[in-house]
């Protein structure tokens, strides 16, 4: 069996990388939209248990960036960011459309609950160390590394 296939022979949406210093990310999908909201859960999911968070705030994303790389990157870093300075954390994310240099976004969460939410690893950035984006077999692959 494919290590990347699951015993139910189901591809996983994302899988962590065995990294020394950081935390790296395989990440998935069938199509662009998809692999940037796996890449997002991804990311939450190394900063707490995503499923206990509630879907009660909603915030609307518009990044433009250079190219899908850089997008990808700005993506994670803006969830960031929001974390950062609202303590909003997303569970549902609907990517509306993405392209090479632009992407618009639904996020719904809430915001960070210590009595209610586990911490998990604390994540200072995504970074472009090791960052790749292509497609195989007509699966949408990236893996992203995060600073922590």
Known sequence: MHPDVSPRGRRPKYRQLPHTADV???????????LFENAAAALVSTLTDRRRLRLSETREISLESVDRESLLVDWLNHLLYLFDVDGFLGRDFRVA??????????????????????????????????????????????????DL
């Open 97 to 146: 459309s993405v392209t090479s240099r632009r992407l618009r976004a639904r996020v719904r969460g809430e915001r960070f609950d210590p009595t209610r939410h586990p911490e998990g690893t604390g994540v200072k950035a995504a970074t472009y160390h090791q960052l790749r984006i292509g497609r195989e077999a007509g699966v949408w692959q990236a893996t992203v590394i995060f």
């Open 24 to 34: 790296g990310w395989r990440i998935w999908g069938d199509s662009l939209p998809e």
